[in-house]
Each structure stands twice: as structure tokens, then as C-alpha cells.
């Protein structure tokens, strides 16, 4: 299977380092929030609904997603690196160059994906 010509690979790859970089940030700055919060209020503060607590479960939860798509975006650049960058993880077919554009750090088809949210994906 023909690889990525190289100019595309080198777009993906910008694209990629910007999108980490960006994530970094955004990152360390949501961190940064969570615990200033922390300081301010400690666990008995709290009032019985626990809304401050709720306030910052819901911020944690979106620092692992960012973390989540972090990780996929390191791994993309791991696959630029080895040279698997393009194909699908799983069945080995090209990614189409749209969805690339859209999503960089997409590890699947769009076939495969599908079977991966539904759970229907085996991976050896
Ligand atoms: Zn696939």
C-alpha cells in the first residue's frame, strides 16, 4: 500500500504538534482552576448538595477527556514516526485524507471506528 506522500505526513504532523501544544495548555490551565478551588474549599465545606464537589468532579472529568485526546494525539505522532500514520489500526486500510483533515489523531477507519464504539471491534 502506497504510503503518505510526504508533504501530507508533514501536514499532519504540524497539525498534530499545534493540536498538542494547544492541549498542553488548556491542560495545565483547567488543572491550574481545579486546584485553586481546591484550596478554597475544603471537603467539609461542602453544603449537602455538594455542588462545589459536583463543580469539580464535572471539571475533572473534562480534564481526562482533553487528557483522553492528548494521548490519541501522541500516539498519532508515534505512528508518523514509524511510518503507520494514514492506515487504519485495525484493518489496515488507508484513512481516508478527509477524515485525516478533520481528525489527525484518528486511529481507525470509518468502518472500524463504528465497530469500536459499538464494541464490535476485536483487537489482537
Ligand atoms: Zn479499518
Known amino acids: 500500500m502506497p504510503k503518505l506522500p510526504k508533504a501530507e505526513l508533514n501536514k499532519h504532523r504540524n497539525h498534530l504538534l499545534a493540536l498538542l501544544q494547544r492541549l498542553g495548555m488548556k491542560i495545565e490551565h483547567m488543572e491550574d482552576s481545579v486546584l485553586r478551588g481546591d484550596s478554597e474549599t475544603s471537603a467539609d465545606e461542602?453544603?449537602?448538595?455538594?455542588?462545589?464537589?459536583?463543580?469539580?468532579?464535572?471539571?475533572v472529568g473534562l480534564i481526562e477527556n482533553e487528557d483522553e485526546i492528548r494521548q490519541q494525539v501522541t500516539e498519532a505522532l508515534q505512528r508518523v514516526a514509524d511510518g503507520s500514520f494514514g492506515s487504519c489500526d485495525a484493518c489496515d486500510d488507508p484513512i481516508p485524507a478527509r477524515r485525516l483533515d478533520a481528525l489527525p489523531y484518528a486511529r481507525y477507519c470509518v468502518g472500524c471506528q463504528e465497530k469500536s464504539e459499538s464494541g464490535d471491534l476485536s483487537e489482537d
Not at 461542602?46 to 471539571?59: A, I, K, L, R
Open 46 to 59: 461542602v453544603d449537602e448538595f455538594g455542588s462545589d464537589s459536583y463543580h469539580q468532579e464535572f471539571q
